[in-house]
């Protein structure tokens, strides 16, 4: 069993359609195994996507990631990293499959409702950011 960190953000929350993007996660065969809604601080925002900071969208991802309250996510489930990232579907929403989240929901490239670790050292780097003590149910 593998983890992935999910993040549903802002466009979404604010859209009130967390329960669609989660109904589509567990549907593809994963289990939400923790969840909590927060607001990023800048400070988090920032420290969460520093590998962007040279990036002439950082400001603007971090503002984005700022606005309203996100939900954190630990997915589980076989090679939960890959089907997450075929579940979401492709950064621009204008090119995802059909069927994806980012396909049925995003905004814009910018806007696109969800975010997912992209290897199992960022998986388990990005749980740890916001799930330091947490105690999962299986």
């Not at 997450?84 to 059909?98: H, L, S, V, W």
């Not at 490239?109 to 990005?126: L, T």
């Amino acid at each position: 069993m593998e983890r992935t960190l999910s993040i549903i953000k802002p466009d979404a929350t604010s859209r009130n359609i967390t329960g669609k993007i989660n109904s589509m996660i567990e549907n593809a065969g994963l289990k939400i195994v923790a969840q909590k809604m927060i607001r990023m601080s800048k400070e988090q925002a920032q420290n969460f996507y520093i590998q962007h900071q040279d990036r002439p969208f950082y400001d603007n991802l971090v503002e984005f990631m700022t606005s309203a309250p996100v939900i954190v996510q630990i997915l589980e489930g076989e090679d939960a990293i890959a089907k997450y990232r075929k579940i979401m579907g492709a950064t621009n929403p204008d090119i995802a499959e059909e069927g994806t989240i980012r396909k049925t929901f995003a905004i814009s490239i910018d806007k696109n409702s969800v975010h997912g670790s992209d290897s199992p050292e960022a998986s388990s780097k990005e749980i740890n950011f916001f799930f330091s003590q947490v105690e999962i149910f299986n």
